[in-house]
């Protein structure tokens, strides 16, 4: 697991990377393209990016089904991207679900949907064994 400091620093990375990003492209895209233009925008500053990272829900030692979280960066933090209007609840409630479910530590939310981009930064509050979690990804 990474320490605080190294998250807050990757953070800062892709918070500053999607700053670049809505500056360069403004608002209207679709989600996707901003997902490939923050993805190169990371990759250039040398972070591991996985685009549609497929991750499994477990249900009491059993896979119940997958998703896929728009970017996983330095396989430690989840970013779903929303290109709308403004971000609802339920859009954060996705993001809290995926760091339940895969037992990532930090959760980036972010809106390219309008001029001023939205960020919401979530936290996984879940305390399961993160070593058991890393085994039982490759069962399902």
Not at 104 to 124: A, C, Q, V
Request: charged content about 25%; hydrophobic content about 40%.
């Amino acid at each position: 697991m990474q320490s605080v400091s190294i998250l807050d620093n990757i953070t800062e990375m892709i918070i500053g990377a999607s700053f670049e990003v809505i500056n360069e492209l403004g608002s209207g895209f679709l989600e996707k393209v901003y997902e490939n233009a923050l993805c190169r925008e990371l990759e250039q500053q040398r972070l591991k990016v996985d685009q549609q990272k497929k991750l499994d829900v477990w249900y009491k030692g059993s896979c119940v089904g997958q998703y896929r979280a728009d970017l996983l960066v330095n396989n430690q933090i989840i970013v779903e991207l929303k290109a709308v209007k403004h971000l609802e609840p339920i859009n954060s409630a996705q993001v809290i679900n995926y760091l339940k479910a895969s037992n990532y530590p930090l959760g980036l939310l972010i809106n390219f949907g309008n001029p001023r981009l939205e960020i919401r930064r979530l936290f996984n509050r879940n305390d399961r064994n993160q070593q058991d979690i890393q085994v039982r990804k490759d069962l399902c």
